[in-house]
């Protein structure tokens, strides 16, 4: 029998010390038997324990080695959704946004050079200084971690840049810095790495050879 599933899950993530199976099964939205059955089942795996308590069964919560592994399974899945949700809204949000830096370059090499700051699901996004509260609002409501200039942990985070007057294009459906911007951007910091991937895709001219691939060519 797979202990991991969508009841599990929920039960692992929700259950509180003290809490009934009827209250928790209430939470979580199923069957009381449904819940009582795969808490039963992670007894067995030392993750819940039943104790009794007047005329009833309350949670104990052990937090073991397989309690820590779906808690960051819960954890993972919970960035992807987030992550997922982010990248939706961008493209419905009627706000005046763009993306900047590394996460514009991601975008513009279509992939073919991710920056860390991406990888790591740190993206940066300018908005106008007017729309920066509608901007937050609409980020706080999907539980997506917003930042203005302070890294910390939570994924995916949007780190916002106020900025007026500036121009935007669109990238696969994506409001973006202009290309001529991001070549700007990636000289001054001289990043021939990102300039070598635009220079290969939009044939640009630039005198730039980074990967060793073509230099030894």
């Known amino acids: 029998m797979k202990v991991i599933n969508e009841i599990t899950v929920d039960i692992v993530k929700n259950a509180k010390d003290g809490e009934s199976i009827y209250s ?3 939470k979580i939205g199923f069957a009381y038997s449904a819940v009582y059955r795969w808490i ?3 007894e067995k795996y030392g993750v819940i324990s039943l104790i009794r308590k007047g005329n009833k069964n309350v949670i104990k919560i052990n937090k073991n080695l397989i309690y820590k592994k779906f808690k960051e399974l819960d954890n993972a899945v919970s960035v992807i959704e987030k992550d997922n949700t982010f990248w939706g809204l961008v493209k419905t949000l009627k706000l005046k946004i763009r993306f900047v830096k590394g996460t514009a370059a991601t975008i513009w090499t279509k992939g073919s050079f991710i920056t860390g700051d991406f990888y790591d699901r ?3 996004l300018e908005v106008d200084k007017k729309d920066t509260d509608s901007l937050k609002k609409s980020l706080k409501k999907e539980g997506i971690a917003y930042t203005e200039g302070k890294a910390n942990n939570n994924r995916p985070l949007v780190w916002i840049i106020q900025k007026e007057g500036f121009e935007i294009e ?7 810095m202009p290309l001529k911007e991001l070549v700007v951007w990636s000289k001054e910091l001289r990043l021939e790495n990102i ?3 635009l220079n290969l895709l939009y044939n640009l001219g630039l005198n730039v050879r980074y990967a060793e691939v073509l230099t030894n060519a």
């Open 24 to 26: 928790l099964a209430s």
């Open 40 to 42: 039963s089942e992670l």
């Open 122 to 124: 740190i993206y940066f």
């Open 170 to 176: 669109k990238k696969d459906g994506l409001p973006v």
């Open 195 to 197: 300039l070598e991937q």
